[in-house]
């Protein structure tokens, strides 16, 4: 058999399917014109209006920012970079620290110690200052019926000589 193409008896029916929801969103989007922001521009200039160029003072302070970008060089250019993206919104870069594992358990581990020691100094100085409060108070109240006592005496002695 040849390679020729035989002229086929009838033709293939071809049939499109289109979506009905795609159809309603195809609708309702607004066909592109171009040049419509020249159009209006040209329709308010017709008019009279005064076109100043908007200009605001934050977007020049950045693009200042962007510019002094290449005077720096290296890890300052960096820092540079990444404080200028923080002041435009982005979230600054997490600091990821680098630690072989044995030392950086054997970190933790230390620290924990510490602050195990720190909590059982604070117990120890609580008590210590509880202890002190409580003799005070003791003394106080030694005083406190010392002076009561003295004075039902002179009362007595008060009565007596009456």
């Known amino acids: 058999m040849a390679s020729s193409k035989k002229p086929l008896k009838f033709e293939p029916e071809v049939v499109v399917f289109r979506d009905p929801a795609k159809r309603k969103l195809e609708s309702t989007k607004k066909p592109f014109k171009k040049n ?13 209006k005064n076109n100043k160029p908007d200009f605001s003072f934050s977007k020049a302070k950045f ?24 002041e435009l919104g982005a979230q600054p870069p997490k600091v990821k620290r680098c630690e072989n594992y044995k030392l950086l ?24 200052q509880l202890k002190k409060l409580i003799t005070k108070a003791d003394h106080s109240i030694k005083q406190y019926n010392k002076i009561l006592r003295k004075k039902k005496k002179r009362n007595k002695q008060k009565k007596q000589k009456h």
């Open 63 to 86: 693009e200042v920012q962007k510019l002094s970008l290449g005077a720096y060089k290296g890890a300052e250019k960096r820092q540079a970079m990444i404080s200028y993206l923080v």
């Open 36 to 48: 419509e922001k020249f159009q209006k521009q040209n329709k308010s200039s017709a008019k009279g």
């Open 105 to 128: 358990t054997a970190r933790k581990r230390t620290e924990k110690e510490k602050k195990e020691k720190d909590k059982r100094n604070e117990n120890i100085n609580r008590e210590e």
